[in-house]
C-alpha cells in the first residue's frame, strides 16, 4: 500500500513538473513573439572578455517612446547600428569620424534616419562625397566600454576624428563594471574578466521570462513605494551602483566617487593620447541638459570638448523646441538635428570645409529629412523645394539601405 502511494506521489510529481515546464515553454515562446522589448538584454553577453558587443549583421526590437511605433535596429556586418555595411580596415577612401558613447549615441528610440550620426554624415557629404561618420555607440555603455571599443575594434585605427559623448552615468558604469582602474603612477590597470559567471545564471540571462520577472519586480517594488531610479540594461543595477549614481548627482564626495573620476580622467588623457598618435583629433560631447554642464569641470585640461548644453541654450538658427521625448529621458528626433548641426559647425574648420551658411544648411537638412516618411519632420521655416524621386532615393538607399534590403 505504502509502495503505490508513493508511486502515485512520484507520478503526481512528475506530471506537474512536466505541466509546469511546458508551461514555461509556452509562456517563454509567447514572449518572443509578443513581446520582442526584452530581446537586447537576453541577447547581451552576459560574460564578456572585455566590453559587451552585438551580433552583426542580426536585428533588434524597438519602439518610439512617445508613439509606441515599433521599428527595427538593423546591425551592420560589425554588429553596429549603421545604415551600411563598413570596410572593417581600409578607410583610404573616405574620411572617417567615429562617435563613441551610450544609448544616446545608438538611439534605439528612433528609426535610425533621424540619428545625429547619419544627420551628420548627410550634411559632410553634401560638400563632397568623401566622409564615413561611424555610429560605434551601444545602449549601456561607460566611458570604459566606449573606450576599449576604440582600443579593440580594428575600424576604429581608420579613424580621422573621434568624439566621445559623455553622459552623467558613465562615471556609474565605470564604478559598477570595474574594467579599468589607475596605478599609482597614474596609468590605466585592465582587469581580466571571463568565467566568473555561474552556468545557471548564464542560462537564465538568455530567459525572456527572466527580464519580465525583473519587470513585474520593479513595477510591484514602485507600488510599494518610492525606490531608486533604475537604468535597466542587461540584469538591472546593483544597489551599490544606484548608490553611487545618486550620492553623485548630489554631488556628495565620498571616496569612490573620486577614485572613479581619477579613473575617468585617466581613460580620457589615454583615448586622447592613442587617439593623436594617428592623427585624430579628439572631443568630448557634453548632452545638452544641465548636469552634464557641470560635468565639463571633470574633463582634463587640454582636451576638446564641445557643450552642446551652452549652444542648445545660444543663438542658433532653428525654432525653440523640447529635447528629450515626452515618455523618455533620451533626446528625441529635434535634439539629434540640433546636435548633427553643432557637430558639422565643429568639424567645418577642422575639416577644412569651407564654411556655409544657415541657409545651405536648413536646405540640406530638408532634403534629408524629405527623403523619407516624416514620422517627425523640422520646420524650418523657408521655402520648400521640392526633391525629385530619383533625388529622394538616393538619400533614403544609403540611410535606410539595410532596412530596405532585409525588408
Known sequence: MLKKKAKEFFLNGFLVFCAVLLSLIIAEIGLRIFLPKYQEAAEARLEREDFPKRVPNSQLHSQHPDTGKKHLLFLNNLGLRQSWDIDPVSGT????????????????????EYDFVNVLDYLLNSNEDKFEVINFGMNGYGTDD???SFLKRPVARSLQFVFYVYCNNDLMNIYENKLISVDGSGGL???KRGGSVSFGKAGLSKLYLTYLFLEVKGRFMAWLGPQPDRHFHREGRPAGAVRFQKDYLTENTFPEIHDTIKIYQAILRMWSKQAAAQNAPFSVVLLPFPHEDKDELLIPERIDRLNLFKLFNGPHPF??????????????EYANMLAAYFLYRDLEPQLGIAPRSDEWIKERLFEYYSAFDKEWFPDFSLEKTVLSTQEQKAIRHKYKALEDANR
Open 319 to 332: 525654432p525653440r523646441h523640447q529635447l528629450k521625448f515626452q515618455y523618455n529621458d533620451h533626446w528625441n
Open 93 to 112: 577612401r573616405r574620411f572617417r569620424v567615429g562617435v563613441f558613447g551610450d544609448s544616446f549615441v545608438e538611439n534605439a528610440g528612433m528609426s535610425v
Open 189 to 191: 590597470v585592465f582587469s
Open 146 to 148: 566606449a573606450y576599449l
